[in-house]
C-alpha cells in the first residue's frame, strides 16, 4: 500500500471506530465503572482470586467487573444482549488491544454454557481469564497471542439455564433449555433444512453479535462427552430408515472445509490431557478415534450453532465437549483446567494459520463484502469493512477467487506454509460495463443443495426425530 493509501485507510478506520465506539455505548460495560463488591475477589497483593468452585450469575458478574478494572489495558467487558429472565449475555476481551479491533488481526472466540446444565466451560472460561491476564508480562506466548489475537470469551449463553441446574447431575436434561423451554443449539438458521423454530433472545444476541464482528475462529464448550466435533451437524437429505436401523452410525457430513476442521479438532483433542485417546465415557457411549468426529457422523441435528457461523459468516467454529458429566462436583474443576489448558490456548492461535489480507480497489481504499473463494471449495467468505479476509488453511498450493460488485474477477495462486500465515493483498480493478449493464454477475452464497422430498409425516419421521432428539439430550 502506498501512503495515500495508507492515509485513507487510517482516516476511514478512525470515522469507523467512532461510529462503533457510540453504538457500542450502550451495551458496553466500562471499565472505569467501580465494580460493586468486587472486593471478595482481590486479595491482598492486589490482584484476582478465583477458586474452583461454581459461581452464580451474580459471583461471575462480580469477578468479570473485577478484572475489567484490574486489568483495564487487557480486557473489555461488555454485554451482547439479555437473557429471556433478563441477565445480562457477559463476554469479555482478552487482548491487548482490548476496546478496539487490531486491522489485518484476527477476532476468535469461545461460547459455554450454552446448554445451561452443561457447565465446566463456563468455569474454564473464567479460568483462562484469569490465565491469559496473569500470564501477559511473563510468558512470551501468551504475550504474542495477546499482541495478535483478540479473544472474545462467553462464559454463558444461557444463564437462566444455569440457574435452574443442580451440581452432580451427569446426564439429565434439567437446565440444558433456555427459560422458554427451546434448545438454544437448535434454534438456529440451517443450511440444510428450514429451522421453523421461534427465535429465543439469546440466539438473536448472538447472531447480531457475530454478524457485527468478523470472528475467524470459535470453539463452542459443551458436556456429556469427550470429544471435539466438527461442520457439518446436518446434512443434505436423511433417510428415516438409516436413523432408525443404523442411529449410531450416522453418515459424515462432509464439509468443503474438512481437512481444516480435522486438523482443528485434532488440534484441541491433542492438547488435551485425554481427548485424543478416544475413550468411551460408560459402557454403552460410543468411542472416537483419537477424540474427534464429525457432527452429523455422530448425531445429526438442525439449527446448530456451529454451521451456522461457518456458513453464514465465515468463522470456523467446532464443538467442543469436554467432561462426561454435565455438572461435576467442584472439587473435580481443577482437574479440568490441567487437563484443557493448553488446549484452549493452542486452538485459538490456529486463527494466525492459512493466509489472509486485504482487498482493495484502485486507489487503494478497501472493498468491503468482497466474496472470497478457494478454488475447489464450495463456501464464501466476505470482507470486512476494512478490506481484510481471512482463510485458515493446511500447507499447500491453492488459487484465491476474488470477486465483488462492479469490478473484474481477480484469481491469485498462492501456497502456504506451516510456519507462518500467507499474506496476500489484491487489487480490484473496476470493471468495464457493456451497454451498461453489469460486466459479470457477482458469485453469492452456494447453490443450495438439490432439494430432497422430504420424508412423508408419520410413524417414521417421528420416530426418527425421537431418535435423534433422545440421542443429543444423553450427549452434549
Ligand atoms: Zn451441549
Given at each position: 500500500m502506498g501512503w495515500k493509501a495508507v492515509f485513507r485507510v487510517l482516516v476511514l478506520i478512525a470515522i469507523i471506530e467512532v461510529t462503533i465506539a457510540q453504538q457500542a455505548s450502550q451495551t458496553t460495560y466500562l471499565a472505569g465503572e467501580e465494580p460493586s463488591n468486587s472486593s471478595v475477589f482481590e486479595s491482598r497483593e492486589g490482584g484476582l482470586e478465583l477458586d474452583f468452585s461454581y459461581h452464580d450469575h451474580d459471583q461471575l458478574t462480580r469477578y468479570l467487573r473485577a478484572v475489567s478494572a484490574r486489568y483495564p489495558s487487557l480486557t473489555a467487558l461488555y454485554s451482547i444482549g439479555k437473557s429471556v429472565q433478563g441477565r445480562d449475555l457477559w463476554v469479555m476481551v482478552v487482548s491487548a488491544s482490548p476496546y478496539e479491533h487490531m486491522i489485518g488481526k484476527p477476532d476468535v472466540k469461545y461460547v459455554a454454557n450454552i446448554h445451561g446444565n452443561e457447565v465446566v466451560g463456563r468455569e474454564l472460561l473464567l479460568h483462562l481469564i484469569q490465565y491469559l491476564v496473569t500470564s501477559y508480562e511473563s510468558d512470551a506466548y501468551i504475550k504474542w497471542l495477546l499482541d495478535n489475537t483478540r479473544i472474545h470469551l462467553m462464559p454463558s449463553m444461557n444463564p437462566d439455564g444455569f440457574s435452574i441446574s443442580n451440581e452432580g447431575q451427569c446426564s439429565t436434561v434439567?437446565?440444558?433449555?433456555?427459560?422458554?423451554?427451546?434448545?438454544?443449539?437448535?434454534?438456529?438458521?440451517?443450511?440444510?433444512?428450514?429451522?421453523?423454530?421461534?427465535?429465543?433472545?439469546?440466539?438473536?444476541?448472538?447472531?447480531?453479535?457475530?454478524?457485527?464482528?468478523?470472528?475467524?475462529?470459535?470453539?463452542?464448550?459443551?458436556?456429556?462427552?469427550?470429544?471435539?466435533?466438527?461442520?457439518?451437524?446436518?446434512?443434505?437429505?436423511?433417510?428415516?430408515?438409516?436413523?432408525?436401523?443404523?442411529?449410531?452410525?450416522?453418515?459424515?457430513?462432509?464439509?468443503?472445509?474438512?481437512?481444516?476442521?480435522?486438523?482443528?479438532?485434532?488440534?484441541?483433542?491433542?492438547?488435551?490431557?485425554?481427548?485424543?485417546?478416544?475413550?468411551?465415557?460408560?459402557?454403552?457411549?460410543?468411542?472416537?478415534?483419537?477424540?474427534?468426529?464429525?457432527?452429523?457422523?455422530?448425531?445429526?441435528?438442525?439449527?446448530?450453532?456451529?454451521?451456522?457461523?461457518?456458513?453464514?459468516?465465515?468463522?470456523?467454529?467446532?464443538?467442543?465437549?469436554?467432561?462426561?458429566?454435565?455438572?461435576?462436583p467442584a472439587r473435580e474443576l481443577a482437574k479440568y483446567w490441567q487437563d484443557n489448558r493448553q488446549s484452549l490456548v493452542k486452538y485459538l492461535a490456529e486463527a494466525h494459520r492459512g493466509a489472509h489480507g486485504f482487498v482493495m480497489d484502485d486507489n487503494g481504499s478497501p472493498i468491503e463484502r468482497a466474496s472470497i473463494r478457494i478454488k475447489g471449495r464450495e463456501v464464501t467468505y466476505h470482507t470486512t469493512k476494512y478490506g481484510e479476509f481471512w482463510r485458515i488453511l493446511l500447507p499447500g498450493t491453492y488459487k484465491l477467487e476474488v470477486n465483488a460488485e462492479g469490478y473484474l474477477p481477480q484469481e491469485v495462486e498462492f501456497f502456504v506454509i506451516e510456519s507462518h500465515p500467507t499474506l496476500l493483498n489484491v487489487t480490484l480493478h473496476t470493471a468495464k460495463r457493456i451497454d451498461g449493464g453489469p460486466y459479470y454477475r457477482p458469485v453469492g452464497l452456494p447453490p443450495r443443495p438439490a432439494p430432497v422430498t422430504p420424508p412423508s409425516p408419520g410413524l417414521f419421521s417421528t420416530f426418527t426425530n425421537s431418535i435423534n432428539n433422545f440421542m443429543s439430550s444423553i450427549f452434549g
Amino acid at each position: 500500500m502506498g501512503w495515500k493509501a495508507v492515509f485513507r485507510v487510517l482516516v476511514l478506520i478512525a470515522i469507523i471506530e467512532v461510529t462503533i465506539a457510540q453504538q457500542a455505548s450502550q451495551t458496553t460495560y466500562l471499565a472505569g465503572e467501580e465494580p460493586s463488591n468486587s472486593s471478595v475477589f482481590e486479595s491482598r497483593e492486589g490482584g484476582l482470586e478465583l477458586d474452583f468452585s461454581y459461581h452464580d450469575h451474580d459471583q461471575l458478574t462480580r469477578y468479570l467487573r473485577a478484572v475489567s478494572a484490574r486489568y483495564p489495558s487487557l480486557t473489555a467487558l461488555y454485554s451482547i444482549g439479555k437473557s429471556v429472565q433478563g441477565r445480562d449475555l457477559w463476554v469479555m476481551v482478552v487482548s491487548a488491544s482490548p476496546y478496539e479491533h487490531m486491522i489485518g488481526k484476527p477476532d476468535v472466540k469461545y461460547v459455554a454454557n450454552i446448554h445451561g446444565n452443561e457447565v465446566v466451560g463456563r468455569e474454564l472460561l473464567l479460568h483462562l481469564i484469569q490465565y491469559l491476564v496473569t500470564s501477559y508480562e511473563s510468558d512470551a506466548y501468551i504475550k504474542w497471542l495477546l499482541d495478535n489475537t483478540r479473544i472474545h470469551l462467553m462464559p454463558s449463553m444461557n444463564p437462566d439455564g444455569f440457574s435452574i441446574s443442580n451440581e452432580g447431575q451427569c446426564s439429565t436434561v434439567h437446565g440444558r433449555h433456555n427459560a422458554r423451554r427451546y434448545d438454544l443449539n437448535r434454534n438456529f438458521p440451517d443450511f440444510f433444512k428450514a429451522n421453523t423454530k421461534q427465535a429465543q433472545p439469546e440466539t438473536e444476541a448472538v447472531k447480531e453479535w457475530i454478524s457485527k464482528i468478523q470472528f475467524v475462529l470459535s470453539g463452542s464448550l459443551h458436556g456429556g462427552a469427550l470429544v471435539a466435533s466438527y461442520p457439518f451437524d446436518n446434512t443434505p437429505s436423511s433417510n428415516p430408515l438409516n436413523a432408525v436401523f443404523q442411529s449410531y452410525a450416522h453418515s459424515p457430513s462432509v464439509s468443503p472445509d474438512d481437512d481444516v476442521f480435522r486438523h482443528l479438532a485434532m488440534v484441541y483433542s491433542n492438547n488435551h490431557a485425554k481427548m485424543s485417546k478416544g475413550v468411551s465415557c460408560q459402557s454403552g457411549s460410543p468411542r472416537f478415534e483419537k477424540g474427534i468426529t464429525n457432527g452429523a457422523a455422530w448425531y445429526p441435528l438442525t439449527g446448530g450453532m456451529q454451521d451456522y457461523n461457518y456458513l453464514w459468516h465465515g468463522c470456523m467454529e467446532i464443538t467442543l465437549e469436554i467432561s462426561c458429566c454435565k455438572y461435576p462436583p467442584a472439587r473435580e474443576l481443577a482437574k479440568y483446567w490441567q487437563d484443557n489448558r493448553q488446549s484452549l490456548v493452542k486452538y485459538l492461535a490456529e486463527a494466525h494459520r492459512g493466509a489472509h489480507g486485504f482487498v482493495m480497489d484502485d486507489n487503494g481504499s478497501p472493498i468491503e463484502r468482497a466474496s472470497i473463494r478457494i478454488k475447489g471449495r464450495e463456501v464464501t467468505y466476505h470482507t470486512t469493512k476494512y478490506g481484510e479476509f481471512w482463510r485458515i488453511l493446511l500447507p499447500g498450493t491453492y488459487k484465491l477467487e476474488v470477486n465483488a460488485e462492479g469490478y473484474l474477477p481477480q484469481e491469485v495462486e498462492f501456497f502456504v506454509i506451516e510456519s507462518h500465515p500467507t499474506l496476500l493483498n489484491v487489487t480490484l480493478h473496476t470493471a468495464k460495463r457493456i451497454d451498461g449493464g453489469p460486466y459479470y454477475r457477482p458469485v453469492g452464497l452456494p447453490p443450495r443443495p438439490a432439494p430432497v422430498t422430504p420424508p412423508s409425516p408419520g410413524l417414521f419421521s417421528t420416530f426418527t426425530n425421537s431418535i435423534n432428539n433422545f440421542m443429543s439430550s444423553i450427549f452434549g
